[in-house]
């Protein structure tokens, strides 16, 4: 299980937002290269990167900034999101040496789409689920659907896709906790690695998400936590790889 710094760029800066709010972000750098260098230096073995503005526009905004931190840090793993809505964009960030193309918006609204990019892409596709009380939310999150978060993960459970990642919007940002539960039940229903996001405030949280390793949970994003020091991101991986050694 890894632990999994996220950096949200908009404007070109490192910020982090309440509840998938806009409007209510707050700037923690205005130089994303050095903090993918920072984490990268504290020991992530991935990052999540969000394209913010893209999410919103529906095409990447953020591009040069993203190759920017794959060019700086070649042999880290980065899975970025925001702004995919068609396999151009995947080919796009692959070819700039981005290792997983999140598929967010478009899981929801053209769920062929994972298919072809699982098929042009194998091994290089996730697909995020953002849900608001369990109902997904896509744009950005700006818009709530009718759709059931296990319902949606169920039609990508044989397309190939290497993981899901789940947020639970209501807890994102807000350091309230993972919603444990939900991303659990995910895993089960699907059989796919499920990375939690969303909640994490501290070094209590990543331990509740600890012994469910073993039923699927391959990750956890952290974003405010390590960016306002309740959650050291080295300490955090050191535990879990010790928990997952005893295990």
């Known amino acids: 299980m890894l632990v999994i710094p996220a950096i949200d760029l908009k404007d070109g800066q490192c910020v982090r937002l309440r509840q998938g709010d806009m409007a209510d972000s707050t700037v923690f750098s205005d130089d994303p290269v050095g903090m993918a260098q920072r984490w990268h230096a504290e020991g992530a073995r991935r990052l999540h990167i969000v394209d913010l503005d893209g999410a919103f526009a529906g095409k990447p905004v953020n591009a040069g900034i993203i190759e920017s931190i794959s060019n700086a840090l070649p042999d880290l793993p980065i899975q970025i999101g925001g702004g995919i809505r068609n396999v151009d964009t995947i080919a796009r960030y692959l070819m700039a040496g981005v290792q997983f193309a999140i598929i967010g918006t478009m899981a929801a609204k053209n769920p062929e789409l994972v298919y072809e990019a699982c098929r042009q892409f194998p091994g290089h596709v996730i697909v995020g689920i953002d849900a608001r009380g369990g109902q997904v939310a896509v744009e950005g999150w700006a818009t709530k659907s009718e759709l059931d978060a296990t319902e949606l993960a169920k039609r990508f459970a044989d397309a190939g896709v290497s993981a899901l990642i789940y947020t639970d919007i209501d807890r994102d940002g807000m350091m309230q906790g ?70």
């Open 178 to 247: 993972v919603n444990v539960d939900a991303t659990v039940a995910l895993a089960t229903a699907t059989a796919l690695p499920v990375i939690a996001s969303g909640g994490i405030s501290n070094l209590d949280d990543v331990r509740g998400l600890m012994p469910h390793a073993r039923n699927g949970i391959c990750g956890a994003i952290t974003g405010r936590a390590i960016y306002e020091g309740t959650l050291d991101l080295a300490a955090a991986q050191a535990e879990v790889d010790s928990f997952l050694r005893a295990d």
